[in-house]
């Protein structure tokens, strides 16, 4: 299964990288991203990028969060700036290895998701 990495305490405005390491799955699986689950509400998606890079963002996340992959490495990252409280939650990797998604109607949806990771804690707070 996918294995994040990085998460932690940030104070408002701050930043953050997420890793999330795919051993066992192939470099070509499709679809690859970040979803999160704040307390007490629903797990959400955050990005994703697929096999060929194309990204999706939540609007939420858009002009502070940057998703990318590493092929080499067999990785994603997220890379989260300007940080707000309400970005405070457990993230999750996850993997799509059926096909690309990187559309509206379908990249947040949980069920096209196949592989998660145990997810990694970030508390953003002074």
């Known amino acids: 299964q996918p294995v994040e990495s990085g998460g932690g305490l940030v104070q408002p405005g701050g930043s953050l990288a997420l890793s999330c390491e795919f051993s066992?799955?192939?470099?070509?699986?499709?679809?690859r991203g970040w979803f999160r689950q704040a307390p007490g509400k629903e797990r959400e998606g955050v990005a994703i990028?697929?096999?060929?890079?194309?990204?999706m963002y939540a609007a939420s996340a858009k002009g502070r969060f940057a998703i990318f992959s590493d092929h080499a490495k067999n990785a994603i990252y997220l890379q989260m700036h300007n940080l707000k409280p309400e970005d405070t939650g457990v993230y999750y990797c996850?993997?799509?290895?059926?096909?690309?998604?990187?559309?509206?109607?379908?990249?947040?949806?949980?069920?096209?998701?196949?592989?998660w990771g145990q997810g990694t804690q970030v508390t953003v707070s002074s």
């Open positions: 990028i697929d096999s060929s890079g194309n990204t």
């Open positions: 996850a993997v799509c290895t059926e096909a690309d998604i990187a559309t509206e109607s379908l990249w947040a949806r949980e069920d096209y998701y196949n592989g």
């Open positions: 066992g799955y192939t470099y070509l699986a499709h679809t």
